[in-house]
């Protein structure tokens, strides 16, 4: 399944603010489920996972691991043909002032993190689309992150 990232869309099919019925439609696949530390609900698609906000149950963020999943932006394949491409040199391209919080790489202009290509940290590589407001509170403390392109 291809997904294209909107900035504070979503990552179509699925768009932010869709409940978890309408999501499983998209994948008609009975997902896995937990709760994550925040206290939401996340759904597990193989390689992609959607987390619910805890108290409305809506969309407000979808995450990626790569190799397993087409991911564009801008008719650019995030991971690349062969899933091995590092998305931060592409994304370092369109949001030029991204920042660095908890170990996430933030696009804020686009709504996109990244975790686990700057530090060379296989297990943990992944890209996230977030809703609006979604990082907001961990902004401040956020510090400007620089990437050799």
């Known amino acids: 399944m291809k997904f294209i990232i909107q900035p504070y869309v979503g990552a179509l099919p699925i768009s932010f603010g869709l409940e978890p019925p309408v999501v499983q439609n998209i994948f008609s696949d009975e997902p896995k489920t937990s709760i994550n530390s925040l206290g939401e609900y996340v759904e597990f698609y193989g390689a992609v996972n959607v987390i619910y906000c805890a108290d409305k149950r809506k969309v407000v963020e979808i995450g990626f691991a790569p190799k397993l999943v087409d991911l564009e932006f801008d008719g650019i394949q995030l991971f690349g043909s062969d899933g091995n491409a590092n998305p931060l040199s592409i994304l370092y391209s369109i949001d030029p002032n991204p920042v ?3 170990g996430f790489i933030l696009f804020n202009k686009i709504g996109v993190s990244v975790t686990g290509f700057h530090d060379g940290n296989d297990s943990q590589k992944a890209v996230t ?7 907001d509170e961990d902004l401040e403390d956020a510090k400007p992150f620089f990437w050799n392109v």
């Not at 689309?129 to 990082?135: D, E, F, L, N, T």
């Open 100 to 102: 660095e919080t908890y």
């Open 129 to 135: 689309v977030y809703s609006a407001g979604r990082w």
